[in-house]
């Protein structure tokens, strides 16, 4: 008698999201294509780059200011989603603003964030987070959660997994930072890197300059 496969256990991933930003849509699609041929289970947490910039906004160049005034709505949306309607709702609903704003080039405003709930089935009127601090107490709590495990010389993405000790501390990083989106094999090979250098207790981290702008293909 043939011994019957012992099931592999998904590794839990924490993924720390600001929706705006190109470079972490491209990560976050990277996910799901791990997710074809690993045994993964992604968490979606929400940070935000206008919290993270909000003490340097005079350092910053005049579009990068502005896309910070744009980027509260967004991340208030998601998060008084998730407080209403469940932790189950922010990927849908990052999807569907993503697609807007990153492959449709569609504008940051209340109409886009209209048009992202209702794809979502959820309530237009949560477009109305957008305009108000009534969630920022979350929203900064869900932001710090993820900057308190790497430091605040990063930005979007975050990714979480699994430390080298069973029961320990999850390793975190800054990126994956990629301007086209891994498929495929290159996406299981990317992801077993990122295991691999998480199980290394020194490693901080791996950089070179980007020399090309997002690729959405």
Same mark, same amino acid.
């Given at each position: 008698?043939? $011994?019957?496969? %012992?099931?592999?256990?998904?590794?839990?991933?924490?993924?720390?999201?600001?929706?705006?930003?190109?470079?972490?849509?491209?990560? +976050?699609?990277?996910?799901?294509? *791990?997710? @074809?041929?690993?045994?993964?289970?992604?968490?979606?947490? %929400?940070? +935000? =780059?206008?919290? !993270?910039?909000?003490?340097?906004? #005079?350092? &910053?160049?005049?579009?990068?200011?502005?896309?910070?005034?744009?980027?509260?709505?967004?991340?208030?949306? =998601?998060?008084?989603?998730? !407080?209403?309607? /469940?932790?189950?709702? &922010?990927?849908?609903?990052?999807?569907?603003?993503?697609?807007?704003?990153? &492959?449709?080039?569609?504008? @940051? #405003?209340?109409?886009?964030?209209?048009?992202?709930?209702?794809?979502?089935? !959820?309530?237009?009127?949560?477009?109305?987070?957008?305009?108000?601090?009534?969630?920022?107490?979350?929203?900064?709590? +869900?932001?710090?959660?993820?900057?308190?495990? *790497?430091?605040?010389?990063?930005? +979007?993405?975050?990714?979480?997994?699994?430390?080298?000790?069973?029961? /320990?501390?999850?390793?975190?990083?800054?990126?994956?930072?990629?301007?086209? $989106?891994? @498929?495929?094999?290159? $996406?299981?090979?990317?992801?077993?890197?990122?295991?691999?250098?998480?199980?290394?207790? /020194?490693?901080?981290?791996?950089?070179?300059?980007?020399?090309?702008?997002?690729?959405?293909?």
């Amino acid at each position: 008698m043939n $011994a019957s496969p %012992v099931p592999v256990s998904a590794t839990t991933v924490d993924f720390w999201f600001d929706p705006v930003c190109p470079w972490t849509w491209l990560t +976050s699609r990277w996910m799901f294509e *791990v997710a @074809k041929t690993r045994p993964v289970e992604v968490s979606w947490h %929400v940070m +935000s =780059l206008s919290v !993270l910039n909000e003490n340097r906004l #005079d350092e &910053l160049p005049e579009r990068i200011r502005t896309l910070m005034g744009e980027a509260w709505a967004p991340v208030r949306v =998601l998060t008084a989603a998730r !407080l209403i309607h /469940g932790p189950e709702v &922010l990927e849908p609903l990052y999807t569907a603003l993503g697609t807007r704003y990153h &492959l449709e080039q569609q504008p @940051k #405003d209340r109409t886009t964030l209209e048009a992202a709930l209702r794809e979502t089935g !959820l309530p237009v009127d949560l477009a109305d987070a957008g305009d108000t601090d009534r969630y920022d107490e979350e929203l900064r709590a +869900s932001h710090r959660r993820g900057i308190t495990l *790497v430091g605040q010389d990063v930005g +979007s993405p975050i990714l979480a997994v699994p430390g080298p000790d069973e029961g /320990g501390d999850p390793i975190a990083f800054f990126g994956p930072v990629v301007n086209s $989106a891994p @498929k495929g094999e290159d $996406a299981a090979r990317l992801w077993d890197g990122v295991r691999t250098v998480a199980s290394m207790p /020194g490693f901080f981290e791996i950089k070179r300059t980007r020399t090309s702008a997002p690729d959405f293909s």
